[in-house]
């Protein structure tokens, strides 16, 4: 689970970086051919596939090890359990059935248009994803969904990433701290660059 | 000082149990906690009333025996202590305190606040040792082995196997106790030889018993009387991985005479 | 009256263990399978002989009444481990931990015993270190040493402040493996209420199961006795709530003899009891009198004061406080011996000097050390053990004196055995606290683990085979022999007996009225008259416990108040018995001081013509009196002296 999470960590970072492409004032023309390379160099098109099997793999072991954790308790505590514990650690099962929910949105938004399953909205072609991002962010409730969302992934990563170097087996009395720092850093850039993106959105055009 | 007790009873194993309200009055604050339960069962014996069970034994914070979940947390509310070394000086006048035993799968309620924590006898027992017997030692200086590992194993061995850890593990897992032997034994040449075995073999005993997964809430680090560090967790995964992969398959050999 | 002979090889004390092992009788492999050994304890000695037997390839059966062997209270010893290994080059050899530990216990120990326990220290440390015992180390990677009290060297390993749990890990590891390759079968919360005797020789134990409250049978070839030693006669100790003398008891009520029962080590640095309802002491290092002073106020009006809390002791100008220790021993001064110490603090709050609550304190005062050395020097020494005393009593000692009381820490005394370390019943060994062990009338720091060890190890793995050869035709002996049906039968009458008494006390109040006697009467000093008093007491307790004791819950169920009950009617008659030996010895010496054997400045004296022995007592049937039985010790060695500290 933590190497498979520890491969999307670097996917949302190729990710981030191909999105915050629209921020440039070339009316997307970098974001499109940035995406547009994405869509047909076949190396990328095959990690695609592992990138999928990933994404499963990490939800698959999650849900199992979460089922597997509730059932090692079969009668629970009648005082809530009160033990200090690694900041939101413990809500790792929430926030990413949330950030799943949030990614279905997001396929039905563009991947499945991509790919021709479902219909892109009137003026938008299939494949022109800078327009139909704009179209997305135009609506409030839409952006504001989205930073939900990603406000989420964040609490996610932000555990996710120096406990994934703990399973590892990485954990030194020098570099913990600094792996954590990272951690944290790691988490706040990424929420926070695609959450960026509707604020632009909404707030420069 | 009084205080309302809240405290799981339940008569033996089959029994479903449940929550049953005590008073107890007048406790010194400089009883300790099994102090006051003494008391409090005092109170029930003159009633007629079958007493708390509880475990306990050393009543001195090293044998590990006592393994009391109060008030949300297994050993109480101070930091570094076993419930045994607990005062009563640290609740507060007329405070509930809930009081239920350690709660997990691999440890069945045996009655009232007693567990069954033969489980990790069985994870010992599939590793937990070095092979040698009492014949044919080499001299003991004759390995020397560096003062910070010989500490850092010490720190590790300090565990006195009561528990809190699972219990305090929203998974209940028993990852910081497996992990503390499998460092004891790591950090010393003698324990090294046999290093990948004793991983393997304790991490699938673990596995079988049905103790749940570590996610890194590192709530057992936090709540260990003996403050072993979750830093033995990552070594004990370090080994347990790299054992996966680079341990040679175990051969059988057969010998006839 | 007949004399024990303890068997001991004839020849030079330095080769009497080499050439007696190798006289010693084997049993071939294939017959080892077939002999069951029961080990009952898990401690130091229980756990190590268990898996000792165990990789020999004896079929053992090994009782716990704890929930795992880890727990036994051998985890609880702090200071460390002696060992004549003469690492530190500092003139330390086998006999110098020989001589010392004779002179220690006050010359009452046996000589060859003694010799062959040092002789075979240095391998325990070996052995230990190969478990992956992690001992203290220097930074060149090899094994640091300590001193401790009674000797001139530095021979103490250590493991931090936790050296018997470290060993005792080492042990259950070595149990736990032998458990895991089908060698040893472990019972545990197993109390063990009789041991079974055929046709002479141990053959087996009931035990009850704590859980389900089943009385169970279970048979062996021989019976080996590990479980401990009998502190918590007194109620109040530093052992553990669940130590007891029952297993020795049945055995002593089956014909085994119990040794110098009342040769009791009272340790004088213990957090005082602070009321009524205190259950545990908890013992402080002995290595705190290296720099605290020891003092109470001079004035009774100034204790009457602190007792008011109108003054804090910091109040007390030097000129009014009484150093008692540095006056009345000014040559060894706050250093004298555990026994000495105890008795002074004692004395002095006999005579109405004592501080705290209760009157029952002295101050170990730490403000000079911290004026010449600086709190973070004495931080470093004893940070662990100032936390441990603020933990529980909420004082920070780094600013008010400590408050200390003695308290009943270990026994010398047990069930007798002879060189093999078999009773004198065939076939029952007892081996660590208890027996009557290697430490005459007192035992010196660090030499407990160190026997428990010694014993399992090393010694009782290569004598049990001169008893077990003569057995390799004995088939496995049937738990249905009207040996153990009579056995089974007893301890269920006597567990309904208990049941069915139906009183109005609870099983501590007994207790705590027990522990009163004994600590008044049989405690750190004794006398003629207060023993007799005792004895009627005692008697008296008896007959309230048989009459007035309140047990609830059910025999066939998890229940504490019945097996304390159990432990608690043995002590009683323990009691009795410890106090019949006091009153014997005309003398004082080591842990058992006599006052009415006292030099003019009230030190101990030694009776070495008439009381060189070792008083070991017969149980007689029918309420009639034991019978004292008497292992002479000659001393050929060593020559006894009496010891001075002024």
Redesign the interface.
Known sequence: MALAGLFLVVFLLVHLGINLLLLANDDGRAFSAAASFMGTNPVIRGMEVVLFGGFLLHMLFGLL?SI???????????????????PL??Y?LHSGIIVTIFLALHFIDFYFIKIGLVAPPAGVERHDFYHRTLVLFADKGYSAAYMVGFLFLGFHLN?AL??A?????????KY?GAVKAASTIYSVVVAGGFMIIPLWVMFSR | MNFTLKIWRQKNGADKGGLVTYEVKGISPDSSFFEMLDMLNQQLISQGVDPVAFDHDCREGICGTCSLYINGRPHGPLKGVTTCQLHMRSFQDGENIFIEPWRCGAFPVLKDLIVDRSAFDKIIQSGGYVTVNSGGIPDANAIPVPKHDSDASFDAAACIGCGACVASCPNASAMLFVSAKVSHFALLPQGRVEGERRVQNMVATMDSLGFGNCSNTYACEAECPKEISVANIARMNREFLAAKVFAEKEKTISFSM | MINLNAGAPKGPLAEQWASYKSGCKLVNPNNKRKLDVIVVGTGLAGASAAATLGQLGYNVKVFCYQDTPRRAHSIAAQGGINAAKNYQNDGDSVYRLFYDTIKGGDYRARESNVYRLASISPQIIDLCVAQGVPFAREYGGLLANRSFGGTQVSRTFYARGQTGQQLLIGAYSALSRQIAEGNVTLYNRRDILDVVIVDGKARGVIARNLVTGEVERYSAHAVVLASGGYGNVFYLSTNAMGSNVTPAWSAYKKGALFANPCFTQIHPTCIPVHGEFQSKLTLMSESLRNDGRIWVPKEKSDVEKLRKKEIKPTDIPEARRDYYLERRYPAFGNLVPRDVASRAAKERCDAGFGVGSTGLAVYLDFSDAIKRLGREAIAARYGNLFQMYEQIVAEDPYKTPMMIYPAVHYTMGGLWVDYDLMTTVPGLYAIGECNFSDHGANRLGASALMQGLADGYFVLPYTISNFLSAEIHTPRIDTGLPEFESAAKGVRDRLDALKNTNGKESVDHFHRKLGKIMWEYCGMARNEAGLNKALGLIAELKAEFAANVCIPGGLKEYNPELEKAWRVQDFIELGELMVRDALQRNESCGGHFREEYQTPDGEAMRDDDAYAFVGAWEFTDGGSAPELRKEELRFETVTPSQRSYK
């Open positions: 090890v597997r954790n509730r059932a090692s308790r079969p009668v629970r505590y009648q005082h809530r359990n009160l033990s200090e514990t690694s650690s413990r790792m555990h120096q406990a170097f703990q399973t590892m087996g990485f954990n030194h009395t913990t």
